[in-house]
């Protein structure tokens, strides 16, 4: 039994990026997935049933519990398997590229979901797409010739920026194809030995994105 308890909605969502970092380090663990109800209640009893059972400082999902160490919020727990798994900066520049990396990350995620879940979706979607080819030119420049966003080695965020990407690509089809360097960056974290046996294997969730209340990626 594995001693790694996972848990988030049974969707790809904030949850992937850790999926694909601990499949990387070839961990093994319990993949808790709750489920949510139909409309109009969309009822969260599963999660609720365990929320404040599991020790938790701030119950939430995504949460990742290994003996006394009891985590939730995203990037809390990157950084935290990062550290624990070699896959944190390490310089003055690597800890600066990463952190830019996560700005960006972070505002790219709160824009992706604004649209998803918006009732209206399809109103936005002709800007959202518009400003997403302008931020990926500069997120383009800023990776360069490097093969990851640290720098030459492979850190926490490249597995984030890896999902927002495949998940943009999933609703603008093409959206790579200015950025060669991106397309290499993906297919390249993609491509790496334990994601893609993992990413091609009954564990992994490739669909829905988002949860059922969303306008796009839910069920």
């Known amino acids: 039994m594995a001693s790694v308890k996972t848990g988030y909605w049974n969707i790809r969502g904030y949850m992937q990026p850790i999926r694909l970092l601990l499949a990387y380090a070839g961990v093994e663990y319990e993949d808790k997935r709750y489920n949510i109800g139909p409309a109009p209640d969309y009822d969260r009893s599963e999660w609720l049933n365990d929320k404040f059972n599991l020790g938790l400082d701030f119950p ?11 985590l939730s919020q995203t990037f809390a727990i990157l950084k935290y398997l990062g550290r624990k798994h070699n896959l944190a900066p390490k310089t003055e520049e690597e800890h600066i590229r990463v952190d830019l990396a996560e700005a960006e990350a972070i505002d790219l995620r709160t824009k992706w979901s604004t649209l998803c879940y918006n009732a209206e979706f399809e109103k936005m979607k002709p800007e959202y797409v518009k400003n997403a080819a ?4 500069e997120i383009s420049t800023f990776l360069g010739s490097h093969p990851y966003f640290a720098g030459q080695n492979i850190t926490y965020i490249d597995f984030l ?21 991106l397309k290499e960056f993906h297919a390249r974290i993609g491509g790496l030995e334990k994601v893609a046996a993992y990413l091609s294997s009954d564990k992994c969730i490739k669909y829905p994105f988002n949860g059922p209340m969303a306008q796009w990626g839910g069920k």
């Open 60 to 70: 939430n999902c995504p949460y990742y519990i290994d003996g006394d160490v009891k």
């Open 134 to 137: 302008v931020k990926l030119k």
């Open 161 to 181: 920026i890896y999902e927002l990407m495949d998940q943009n690509s999933q609703l603008i089809p093409g959206l790579l194809d200015e950025f060669p360097n």
